[in-house]
């Protein structure tokens, strides 16, 4: 059997679940897979998802490290930031750089210091 590896899921730190739903569900326009509590009143573990892209968002502490940066090769940037841009969200309103690598990026930032980078190869 040879080797394979599948997608990596990053892990993000939250610290406020509503902060945390309007970001990720809300404003990227991702879906809640599961959730996951020791107990009613312990931290939040959940996933979400928006098409291939998966990803953990925990209060636990030791979860993640806030300021942790994710890439993700994307196509449509275009239609993502016009998406994103027409939602009006209140904490920001991304913009699209090019960049000197042959790709275009989208960068976006969570409540809790967290960046999601969008990347775009350029065509050519």
């Known amino acids: 059997m040879s080797i394979a590896f599948g997608p990596a899921i990053p892990t993000l730190r939250s610290f406020d679940e509503a902060k945390a739903k309007e970001f990720y ?7 809640i897979d599961w959730e ?3 107990e009613p009143t312990l931290p939040l573990y959940m996933q979400v998802s928006r098409g291939s892209l998966v990803l953990h968002v925990s209060e636990h502490h030791g979860d993640g490290s806030p300021g942790a940066h994710v890439s993700v090769e994307t196509t449509g940037l275009d239609e993502l930031h016009a998406e994103l841009n027409g939602k009006a969200y209140k904490y920001g309103r991304p913009g699209i750089v090019d960049r000197p690598w042959n790709a275009r990026t989208l960068k976006v930032h969570d409540p809790f210091g967290n960046q999601i980078m969008f990347n775009e190869q350029k065509a050519g």
């Open 25 to 31: 569900i809300d404003f990227l326009g991702c879906t």
């Open 36 to 38: 996951h509590r020791f």
